[in-house]
């Protein structure tokens, strides 16, 4: 499928939810099934007229943009940071079997442990302002890219690597240009997960305690029965979230232009 038609497919499947939308919960249009009043639909699920009046309400009086660049702010630094910190960790472990065997139980433990208990210590490490959601978004974030960089490298290849020292190449230069290379590639595949872990970190972080935030706004219009205020906070979140994660796509193609395209390789 091409590129425009690919576009058009989604913007279709995308013109049907929001129509499907509109049925359910314009009062009048159908029949009620569900529920006895068929303005209940509208109060439980909203409407989505009055979801995009919210948002051209928010954008045009500019509303939001203080509460929507401290939300990226928080996710863009725990993004940042916990890849980082999970890409040097998960290169460490894998290339030192001593280090990743006295620290296997402690790591295991770690990730089991359910981020969300730790939002109220960090609130009591960081204060209530963006670093305190910031941790709790690098906790999300590290432990995905962690295991992918870890697995990455503990696979490849002994007969490349075998064949690379045959070739002069030193711990160095093993590094450069097998093992990361290596790693890349499930790096890359890590952090489009990461990147909606490190919105779910910032938004449950303002959910827990702040003053500003789109989570904030959420939780303000949940304190009112706003439901159409939340579906609009939701929708706002999510179209960042993709637009990051477009981001991702774009330096993935460009440090994995080494890497041969489905296809490519049975045409050699």
Request: glycine share 10%.
């Amino acid at each position: 499928m091409s590129g425009m038609r690919l576009r058009l497919a989604q913007l279709a499947v995308f013109g049907g939810v929001i129509g499907v939308w509109f049925v359910l919960t314009e009062p009048g249009l159908i029949p009620s099934f569900y529920f006895s009043n068929p303005h209940q639909a509208a109060f439980f699920f909203g409407q989505p007229v009055k979801v995009f009046g919210v948002l051209v309400d928010w954008f045009v009086s500019g509303s939001i943009y203080k509460h929507l660049g401290i939300t990226l702010f928080e996710t863009i630094m725990a993004f940042l940071i916990g890849t980082i910190a999970g890409l040097a960790m998960g290169l460490w472990l894998a290339l030192s079997a001593t280090a990743a065997a006295i620290l296997d139980p402690y790591v295991k433990a770690l990730n089991s442990m359910p981020r969300v208990i730790l939002a109220p210590i960090f609130a009591v490490w960081f204060g209530l302002g963006v670093w305190s959601k910031v941790a709790l978004g690098v906790t999300l974030v590290f432990f995905i890219v962690f295991f992918n960089v870890y697995q990455g490298v503990r696979e490849v290849s002994p007969t490349l690597l075998a064949n690379a020292r045959m070739l002069g190449a030193e711990r160095s230069g093993l590094l450069r240009f097998v093992y990361l290379p290596s790693a890349m590639s499930w790096v890359f595949s890590s952090l489009h997960t990461s990147v909606g872990l490190a919105f779910v970190g910032a938004v449950v972080g303002e959910y827990l305690g702040s003053a500003a935030g789109v989570g904030y706004l959420i939780l303000q219009a949940e304190g009112t029965f706003d439901i159409n205020t939340v579906f609009a906070g939701i929708l706002v979140l999510t179209a960042f979230a993709l637009v990051l994660d477009g981001a991702v796509s774009f330096f993935e193609k460009h440090f994995m232009r080494w890497q041969p395209k489905a296809g490519e390789t049975e045409k050699l």
